[in-house]
């Protein structure tokens, strides 16, 4: 027995440090995210021209306000159309975005109505693909636009949205511009637990650790909606070519691949209607979870292989740094795997009258610490980030919100496990239901307070 516990005590010692270096790698991008996170850049005029796709498979509860909030866009008519793809509707999403379109009188929204037979071939990634190839096929899209934008049917977006992605785009040498630019991605609720969890979830993330990625010059994520992708680096790649159900990861690990650059905007957002139940949170977690997985097995070995090919400081840590965050889901597992093995280390031990401890003082401490601050950084990225009513709240809503993101995190832990096993398919494409028609908590839906404050 005694040898069985020190075999599970050295187990112990190895997860314990791939935690907790992994942990440390997360809290030193937050801490560079707080150092440097205003971004300025001089605001130009409008000059790129922009595709925007607006994917709806059932939408019509949302659509209306959707294309409302869209006609207040503040960026020249002829420099951008949106597209709203009515995606196999079996109710009046396509009837909903036309009356909706004609009411609004804007010529540059469009509705493209899909019908696909074939199951295997619905879904937002499909979607796109036919898209694209509709307008190339009339030559009005490679050539003729230089960026596309993708928003999903449920989203609000800041007025200036086009205007920043322009003038962060433009400001950059031609030779060092991105392939794609990523901005907020927001919540447009947070009147639930598992609400409250997402989006504090995202105000930490966008608050610290997109910003800071950028700084690093590494690659901030790609977060499926909100983001603007060249239309050059589109034609290179042979389209929207991803086949996952984690498409947003899957074209921002190709573009790792290929060495391009990934810029983050977080001077305008987009609101994103988060789910309110638990069940909804786990189908859709799962999907993403399952596609998380199989990018992980697919990539992580390329991305390994071009670790110095062609090595430059830059390119390698690129490349480490998006192997890491394809690994999130065997780290989850990981650190299940030793709170579990852990509990019946300290039990053993207890029940033999033996010291359990494992690892140095210093090294508890430094755990206690790291708890402390991820509880800290969830205040400090409202502060840093939130509107003014959420900064009068901070102290009320630490609780809820601290309960809400553990909610969450603890629901991902547990959908990675099923996901692993679940991430050959990549097909079936489980829809998360939207119903939110305004912002809650109310925020400008036009225009985002911190916006106006980016004038430079």
């Not at 992580?300 to 889901?329: E, S």
Request: glycine share 4%; hydrophobic share 45%; with cysteine.
């Amino acid at each position: 027995m005694l040898q069985a516990l020190e075999v599970i005590r050295n187990i112990l010692i190895v997860l314990f440090w791939i935690c907790e270096v992994n942990v440390l790698y997360y809290i030193f991008l937050y801490i560079v995210g707080f150092i440097f996170h205003k971004q300025k850049y001089p605001l130009v005029n409008d000059q790129q021209k922009f595709c925007i796709f607006v994917p709806c498979h059932n939408e019509g509860p949302v659509i209306a306000a959707t294309i409302e909030n869209y006609t207040h866009i503040n960026y020249s008519e002829d420099l951008f159309d949106i597209y709203f793809i009515a995606d196999n509707c079996s109710d009046d999403t396509a009837s909903i975005i036309k009356e909706a379109i004609k009411k609004s009188n804007k010529k540059n929204f469009h509705v493209l109505v899909r019908k696909e037979k074939d199951i295997n071939k619905r879904g937002k990634p499909h979607a796109l693909r036919w898209a694209i190839e509709s307008l190339e096929n009339q030559n009005l899209f490679y050539n003729y636009y230089d960026m596309m934008i993708i928003f999903d049917a449920d989203n609000f977006v800041d007025a200036d949205i086009l205007k920043h992605i322009n003038s962060q785009y433009l400001s950059i040498k031609p030779k060092k511009r991105p392939v794609m630019i990523q901005c907020y991605l927001d919540s447009k609720n947070n009147n639930s637990l598992v609400a409250r969890g997402y989006f504090q979830a995202y105000r930490v993330t966008n608050a610290f650790w997109q910003i800071s990625k950028q700084k690093l010059h590494l690659m901030p994520a790609i977060g499926g909606t909100g983001f603007a992708a060249t239309t050059a680096f589109l034609k290179e790649i042979g389209g929207y070519s991803c086949v996952s159900l984690t498409e947003d990861l899957e074209i921002q690990t190709i573009a790792t691949i290929k060495n391009k650059r990934i810029e983050y905007n977080g001077n305008v957002r987009i609101y994103d209607e988060k789910p309110t139940k638990l069940k909804a949170s786990f189908i859709q977690r799962t999907r993403w979870a399952q596609g998380h997985w199989w990018l992980f097995f697919k990539y992580v070995p390329i991305l390994f292989l071009q670790l110095f090919n062609p090595f430059t400081i830059k390119n390698f840590f690129k490349k480490l740094d998006m192997i890491i965050y394809l690994g999130a889901r065997l780290f989850g597992i990981i650190s299940s795997i030793t709170i579990l093995l852990n509990l019946f280390y300290i039990i053993a031990c207890a029940v033999m009258g033996i010291d359990s401890a494992y690892v140095p003082l210093w090294a508890q401490i430094m755990n206690i610490v790291i708890l402390v601050f991820t509880i800290a950084v969830i205040p400090l990225s409202s502060l840093y980030d939130g509107s003014k009513e959420e900064k009068k709240h901070i102290l009320r809503d630490l609780i809820p919100n601290v309960i809400g993101i553990y909610l969450v995190g603890l629901i991902d832990l547990i959908i990675g496990y099923p996901a692993l096993f679940k991430c050959g398919n990549q097909k079936v494409w489980r829809k998360t239901t939207h119903s939110v028609t305004s912002l809650n908590p109310p925020v400008n839906q036009v225009t985002h307070s911190k916006v106006q404050k980016v004038r430079v």
